[in-house]
T-cell receptor
């Protein structure tokens, strides 16, 4: 059963704590992405990775970190430096076309609440 | 700056009404455009996409979109909506290797 899995579905953390969100894909996609979704703001790109051991900052990378040690995994760490971390986090992956990047497919998301 | 705009933030319709959701983009070069849908409690799903060729694109569940280059638009349409179309709809487009999303349109369909 191919797809993208994210865990956990709901996550609670206390202020000042770092937390890591998991994203795994078995679609054999090269590229993976992390987005943050807030009401009325659409999806904003946090980090993305086009290939293993390489990643780039998106539009709102401050307070977040990532790693890409394996093709199928792209974990996101929300650090204590992130001022407003409560949000819905979406992971996506895509293949590559000769003409550019292919369609992105999304995981079910993790809802993070900071108490 | 490159952007994707959705001007309808909240649309309320009765079943069987026709739907058109606006999407405009502001970047040049190769245009790859998408409409995604997020049903309540579910993850983002692809409705349809335009990469090249026929500017009228048909997607799942009876949706279609038309790419009009002269108007920088990619509006989503459905001739007759159903209660099950209640969802949030996102337009998106690629800028090199990054996908830029609009702010979304929340559609409510009443029986």
């Amino acid at each position: 059963d191919g797809g993208i899995t994210q865990s956990p579905k709901y996550l609670f953390r206390k202020e000042g704590q770092n937390v890591t969100l998991s994203c795994e894909q078995n679609l054999n996609h090269d590229a993976m992405y992390w987005y943050r979704q807030d009401p009325g703001q659409g999806l904003r790109l946090i980090y993305y990775s086009q290939i293993v051991n390489d990643f780039q900052k998106g539009d709102i990378a401050e307070g977040y970190s990532v790693s890409r040690e394996k093709k199928e995994s792209f974990p996101l760490t929300v650090t204590s430096a992130q001022k407003n971390p409560t949000a819905f986090y979406l992971c996506a992956s895509s293949g590559r076309l000769e003409s550019g990047t292919d369609t992105q497919y999304f995981g079910p998301g993790t809802r993070l609440t900071v108490l | 700056a490159q952007s994707v705009s959705q001007h309808n933030h909240h649309v309320i319709l009765s079943e069987a009404a026709s739907l058109e959701l606006g999407c405009n983009y502001s970047y040049g070069g190769t245009v790859n455009l998408f409409w995604y849908v997020q049903y309540p409690g579910q993850h983002l799903q692809l409705l349809l996409k335009y990469f090249s060729g026929d500017p009228l694109v048909k997607g799942i569940k009876g949706f279609e979109a038309e790419f009009i280059k002269s108007k920088f638009s990619f509006n989503l349409r459905k001739p007759s909506v159903q209660w099950s179309d209640t969802a949030e709809y996102f337009c998106a487009g690629y800028n090199t290797d990054k996908l830029i999303f609009g702010t979304g349109t929340r559609l409510q369909v009443f029986p």
